[in-house]
């Protein structure tokens, strides 16, 4: 069965410096891993999407890496602004069209 | 709207009773998922219909919970004698257009929050 982790559960971090948020899974065989953003009282919004065949995928400020062998996967924003500030979840499927299996997530505060 | 609707938005009941939570996945889209977000984790698998069909209902936590999609548009997780252990954000996400073969990222809604009391 897929297990997926996050760590930190939080972090806080200064307007400005850059976000490194780590995600990781027990059983490398995924189809593809993606990263939402959730808003308080909000629904997720896909942020990046990573093929299973790719290393990182890049989306503005974001960038997304993805090591299978490793059960890893990173999520990187540049330049963290205020607006930011929300619960970052990363989910891996293992087939198309298949289930999402969800980390805890990592809540995250950009400080003015 | 271009996005996935669900509603009501928020639902109050009394431990006991029946809730019905509707979702409208976006035109075109093949699957639907139900989630189950509890506070302060993760959302988890409910079940996954494509089309009509109710492929995977493996995370349905018990008997009480029960989902349709008979016209295979709008989708209706239902609660029967709901208990406090219910509380939680449902949360319901489509994905494949019909033009696509694979691949292609689940877009969610804004989840009911159920309160059971």
């Known amino acids: 069965k897929q297990e997926v982790t996050q760590i930190p559960a939080a972090l806080s971090v200064p307007e400005g410096e850059n976000l490194v948020l780590n995600c990781s899974f027990t059983d490398s065989a995924i189809y593809n891993l993606q990263w939402f953003r959730q808003d308080p009282g909000k629904g997720l919004t896909s942020l990046l999407l990573i093929q299973s065949s790719q290393r990182e995928q890049t989306s503005g400020r974001l960038n997304a890496s993805l090591d299978k062998s490793s059960g890893r996967s990173t999520l990187y924003i540049a330049a963290s602004q205020p607006g930011d500030s929300a619960t970052y979840l990363c989910a891996a499927i293992k087939a198309a069209g298949n289930k999402l299996t969800f980390g805890g997530g990592t809540r995250v505060l950009v400080k003015p | 709207g271009a996005g996935v609707s669900q509603s009501p938005r928020y639902k109050v009941a009394k431990r006991g009773q029946d809730v019905a939570l509707r979702c409208d996945p976006i035109s075109g889209h093949v699957s639907l998922f139900w989630y189950q977000q509890a506070l302060g984790q993760g959302p988890e698998f409910l079940t996954y219909?494509?089309?009509?069909?109710?492929?995977?209902k493996s995370g349905l936590p018990s008997d009480r919970f029960f989902a349709e999609r008979p016209e295979g548009s709008v989708s209706t997780l239902k609660i029967q004698r709901t208990q406090q252990e219910d509380s939680a954000v449902y949360l319901c996400a489509s994905s494949l257009p019909r033009r696509y073969s694979s691949n292609q990222p689940q877009h969610f809604g804004d989840g009911t929050r159920l309160s059971i009391l």
């Open positions: 219909f494509q089309n009509e069909a109710q492929l995977d």
